[in-house]
């Protein structure tokens, strides 16, 4: 029998899950499984400032490699799990060798969603944004001048629409739905947003679909969209949603359902097998829910990590989430699910903004668009349980501090 904690998924939430035993001081041999050839590194910066040249992909990685030595956390790169054996606690590497634990981590994150085949997804020139990988082939395609089609208007493709502007392209977005961000924000948030791209030149075309991408010796050089036109691009970039990585849990028997499903300990239905990040499906208010953020990602993970190192606190998630975009920063506090009722605020200077969302007439999250103020406002009330004033939120002139009293 063996203590070892074996965390497969080399990305935030297995490092911070890993960190945070140490910090703990946890002492069991832990073992960090991860697919790429880097040691683990931040995300969100690959597609803005590593993709604008900005920031060197060594000020990406969360510690430098001697880190892993110092605090005895052995990191296998380039490997990843083929099998989990739960009867006698294996976990089986795609090279055949085998891994002993006696708790497992499940951290695999998720995969973007790709385009089939058949309408052109695998043409040269497709592109998705989430990895090292990704990012590097984006910049080599990145060249001012180009055009670019991408396809999905969340923030996904919004963050790429502001970063291929910032390289001088030229940009269209499609989005199939009436409007864009249309799955995770309010009307309001929405219309401040395309005024933003448009001032950038940014073409958005909603209630536009893709028919098809159009090739040329395997190479993409057009798209044919849903309303028939056709348009030259160079490139695309697809951004249309993620996919939790949870076949391998599914295979082992654990519990799945659009995700890894865990407890509030960040157990799964086998209780030495955590799970934590974007591939786990946690309680949320008498409900499931999973949390696409780097924020859930680092406290559920490092939750995960008390509770193994002998602690009993269950997982409160608190939901915050952020995207930057050009010269504006929208900042999420809460999460908007089932919202019935938005409160548009201005902000105290210009091009501040700020959307509070209430369920059934209690507030439960807020955009805040370049208006620190209102997000940090908003953030503690959310922490406080305090339902806000709407009188007070509907005056502009109001000093929010008055929510808080």
């Known amino acids: 029998m063996t203590d070892r904690l074996v965390i497969i998924g080399a990305g935030q939430a297995g490092f911070a899950l890993a960190a945070k035993l140490r910090a703990l001081k946890d002492t069991r041999p832990i073992t960090i499984i991860g697919a ?35 605090n005895d956390v052995e990191i296998r790169v380039s490997t990843w ?33 790709g385009l089939p085949a058949a309408i052109g997804g695998d043409l040269d020139g497709v592109y998705v944004a989430r990895d090292k990988r990704d990012a590097d082939l984006l910049a080599e395609e990145m060249r001012p001048g180009r055009r670019v089609l991408i396809i999905g208007g969340g923030y996904i493709g919004l963050e790429a629409a502001a970063v ?16 864009i961000l249309q799955r995770v924000a309010a009307k309001e948030t929405a219309d401040i947003m395309r005024v933003i791209h448009e001032a950038h030149d940014v073409v958005i075309r909603e209630k536009t679909g893709l028919k098809h991408l159009i090739g040329r010796d395997g190479k993409l050089v057009g798209a044919e969209l849903s309303d028939g036109s056709t348009i030259d691009i160079d490139f695309a970039i697809v ?58 990602a680092v406290d559920q993970a490092e939750a995960a990590a008390a509770i193994i190192a002998g602690g009993n606190a269950p997982y409160e998630p608190k939901p915050w989430f952020w995207s930057d975009q050009y010269d504006v920063k929208l900042q999420i506090a809460g999460f908007n699910l089932g919202y019935d009722e938005t409160l548009l605020r201005p902000g105290a200077r210009e091009g501040a903004h700020s959307i509070w969302y209430f369920k059934s007439g209690t507030f439960i999250a807020v955009d805040a668009i370049n208006d620190a103020k209102a997000y940090v406002t908003g953030k503690r009330l959310l922490e406080s349980g305090i339902n806000p004033d709407k009188a007070i939120l509907a005056d502009g002139s109001a000093d929010l501090k008055q929510l808080l009293a």
């Open 36 to 70: 790429e050839d880097a040691l683990p590194y931040q995300r969100p910066p690959l597609t803005k400032k590593y993709l604008l040249g900005e920031m060197s992909f060594d000020r990406l990685l969360f510690r430098p490699e001697h880190w892993y030595a110092d």
């Open 81 to 113: 799990a083929e099998q989990i054996k739960r009867d006698s606690k294996q976990v089986i590497l795609q090279d055949g060798s085998v891994l002993d634990y006696g708790t497992l981590a499940l951290t695999t994150g998720s995969t973007p969603r």
């Open 164 to 179: 291929a502007r910032h390289r001088g392209l030229e940009v269209t977005v499609i989005e199939m739905a009436d409007r």
């Open 239 to 296: 951004g249309i949603g993620v996919v939790p990585n949870d076949q391998l849990a599914k295979e082992a028997g654990l519990e799945v359902t659009n995700g890894i499903v865990v407890d509030e300990f960040a157990r799964t239905s086998d209780p030495s097998i955590f799970a934590a990040g974007d591939c786990a499906v946690l309680p949320w208010q008498g409900g499931r829910i999973r949390l696409e953020s780097v924020q859930n």
